[in-house]
């Protein structure tokens, strides 16, 4: 595929997984969560994974994806966690998601651009 074709199919890639998780209501995690980060235009480029009740965003759409984003939990006792997984970084504990989604965008990749259709070797 050319640059230009694979970046357009990675986005529709992108855009497909976001729908559907934003269209599965609370079955598979709180709606506000995923809200929160499509809200976000640098965000909404990444590849969303819902595992467990927590919203995974990846630079990559094939696996071995890259664990370099944070990925937002739900603490049980109310508020959020922020943890990066590629090193097991607790990026924080914010009592809103708007400040949990503030600490993804502040602690993105240096060069953190919109999902490739790739993996993790490909970045």
Known sequence: MAGDEART?????VAAKWKAILDSGDELINPTMPRAAYANPRLRELFPI???GALYLSRCIRPPRAHDVGALFRRGGGGFMVIRHSDGTVLGEPETVEEAINLIVANLPDVCGPAIDGTADDL
């Open 9 to 13: 199919r990675a986005a529709e890639i």
């Open 50 to 52: 819902v595992s467990h």
